[in-house]
């Protein structure tokens, strides 16, 4: 799957939220009111259930001595990022996504692993693959300009993962983006999104691609069509009942989702057909023109 985030064409002016984000960001633009933000995330983390700090017990934990000062730095974060309770004070959704963000490593782009050769063939000639990760991109691909498996990743996973974990973890959220996808919902803003089976390029190998564009943030992603099945309930019972776990295979072991076998089995309304093969039983898919399963079927071949 590739994963590439475009700018939406709208100014300023007409983009809903920009105002605010900027307004936001300014706000974070001091460490003593990070600091008060990872406070509370550090008191969540020593107890959940009562995540809640007192006025003192911030200050504390902040370590800023002058009341007054923390007071004002307080204030700019309450109402947005901070927000009071009967217990004390606690992250606003807002803040809870920031903090995410910043333990998540979004806003570091310095981490880098070494490639690592994974010793799977690629699924388009005989070369070895190889994954790379840099600043957040993750990209599995062969000496020959195969790209596999293109996505992001948060930096942050990667500080305490091995290659091969953070290939793991890469699939499980490849796999939970195009569920979201394939439900027209944006995995990046939660936007709506419009989704197609379109013709793949003639230079391609595949037949047919799966490609959605974020109305919201357009967030822009292009895939071959099999992908769409990878969560539908049907497919992931038949490789259980062929002893295949789709959850912890990596994709480019499902082979038979890349060898371009959707083939385009209706015009009006249009259906494409995903076939999928393993022993000697055989499940075809039917999708409609959004990538959606309308119609199954399982055979003995
Ligand atoms: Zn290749
Ligand atoms: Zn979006």
Redesign the pocket.
């Known amino acids: 799957m590739s994963d590439d985030t475009t700018t939406a064409e709208e100014t300023a002016d007409e983009a809903p939220g920009v105002g605010a984000a900027s307004d936001a960001f300014a706000v974070l633009g001091d460490e003593t009111r990070v600091a008060i933000l990872e406070a509370l995330v550090d008191a969540r983390r020593a107890d959940p259930e009562q995540r809640a700090l007192t006025f003192s017990e911030l200050r504390d934990r902040t370590g800023v001595a002058d009341s007054g000062r923390f007071n004002y730095h307080l204030g700019k974060l309450r109402g947005r990022f901070v927000e009071e309770t009967d217990d004390g004070y606690v992250l606003t959704y807002a803040g809870r996504e920031v903090v995410g963000a910043i333990l998540g490593g979004t806003y570091d782009t310095d981490v880098e692993l070494d490639p690592e050769p994974l010793g799977d063939t690629c699924t388009r000639c005989d070369a070895e693959l190889v994954a790379r990760f840099d600043g957040g991109d993750l990209d599995v691909g062969c000496e020959n300009d195969h790209t596999i498996l293109r996505t992001t990743v948060p930096p942050g996973a990667a500080t305490d993962r091995s290659m091969r974990e953070l290939l793991a973890l890469a699939t499980r959220t490849t796999y939970a983006r195009i569920e979201l996808l394939v439900g027209g919902i944006?995995?990046?803003?939660?936007?709506w999104?419009e989704r197609e089976i379109v013709a793949a390029p003639d230079d391609a190998d595949i037949d047919y691609t799966f490609r959605t564009s974020?109305?919201?943030?357009?967030?822009f992603t292009r895939s071959s069509a099999g992908v769409v099945v990878l969560r539908d309930q049907r497919f992931v019972a038949f490789c259980d009942d062929h002893g295949i776990d789709v959850a912890n295979r990596l994709p480019w072991t499902l082979p038979f989702l890349t060898d371009g076998e959707t083939v385009r089995t209706g015009e009006d309304p249009p259906r494409y057909r995903v076939r999928v093969e393993v022993d000697d039983e055989r499940l075809d898919l039917t999708l409609d023109g959004q990538g959606a399963v309308v119609a199954s079927e399982r055979t003995t071949t």
């Open positions: 944006c995995h990046e803003c939660a936007g999104v974020c109305e919201r943030c357009g967030a």
